[in-house]
């Protein structure tokens, strides 16, 4: 991971420790007013803070967003998602999709498992799932016919 720009910090929480990047070392270095900054520019600035490695997203990329003003020019701004959260509506034909080609690749001899999207997905189910009956050969059929009387008007 870059830290091309020297934001980069380690947050503790309890036992756990994250990896963050701080926006107050592009204001500390005078590239940005981070008050002015509308709270999804600040998202879209970190984004790039963080990703940062003078390909993909190069120090110039990170200083444009970190100038952003309302009246100001609109260069690109390159953007690699850290991860995509798809509603169960679009996310079931997308991992059907990607069940389908991986099938593909091994009819064909290749390795499937070089299928794989390539920012992690968070799939939500838009409704409850319980689950009632477990550890029974019916449980799963069991399960998913109360799931459908539960969520018939879904």
Request: charged residues 30%.
């Amino acid at each position: 991971m870059n830290d091309l720009f020297k934001s980069r910090d380690v947050l503790k929480v309890g036992d756990r420790q994250y990896v963050i990047f701080r926006l107050e070392a592009l204001e500390k270095a005078g590239l940005t007013k981070l008050e002015k900054l509308p709270y999804s520019i600040r998202v879209v600035l970190e984004a790039a803070l963080r990703q940062c490695n003078d390909k993909e997203i190069t120090q110039e990329d990170v200083k444009n967003i970190a100038a952003w003003t309302p009246k100001g020019t609109r260069p690109g701004i390159p953007f690699l998602p850290a991860r995509v959260v798809m509603q169960d509506f679009t996310g079931v034909p997308a991992v059907v999709d990607l069940a389908a080609m991986r099938s593909a690749v091994a009819r064909l001899g290749g390795d499937p498992k070089r299928i794989n999207p390539l920012v992690p997905v968070d799939l939500v189910i838009d409704h409850s799932v319980q689950v009632d009956f477990f550890a029974t050969p019916e449980a799963l059929d069991r399960n998913t016919e109360i799931e459908f009387q539960r969520n018939r008007e879904r």
